[in-house]
């Protein structure tokens, strides 16, 4: 059965740091690229970032690009967000996604398993 535990949400104040870490399990990690999504209360479910299955390819909203930071330890089954500079607008829930031998793709559709979800809040 596959799993996928998301770690390192909180509370923390605007302008603070966060790493979230996502771990699967019931899968051969190094096959899947990891997606990073989040939803704010009353708002869809939208695109953060996402690496490909190697590692070469990862993807950013506009809205976190170069604060945010994408990246994988494979040694490690880990996948991680480094989320920098954080914004009150970046309070959510933010789920890791895997998607086999995808590239880290902005689309909801193309990823097969989800994690429960990891708070993040930020006060102004």
């Known amino acids: 059965q596959v799993r996928l535990q998301e770690s390192g949400g909180g509370l923390v104040q605007a302008g603070d740091s966060l790493r979230l870490s996502c771990a699967p399990s019931?899968?051969?990690?190094?096959?899947?690229?990891m997606g990073w999504f989040r939803q704010a209360p009353g708002k869809e479910r939208e695109f953060v970032a996402g690496i490909s299955w190697n590692g070469e390819i990862t993807n950013y909203a506009d809205s976190v690009k170069d604060r945010f930071t994408s990246s994988r330890d494979n040694a490690k089954n880990t996948a991680y967000l480094q989320m920098n500079s954080l914004k009150p607008e970046d309070t959510a829930v933010y789920y890791c996604?895997?998607?086999?031998w995808g590239s880290g793709a902005a689309t909801y559709s193309v990823y097969d398993h989800w994690g429960q979800g990891t708070q993040v809040t930020v006060s102004s």
């Open positions: 996604a895997a998607d086999r």
């Open positions: 019931g899968l051969t990690f190094r096959y899947y690229a």
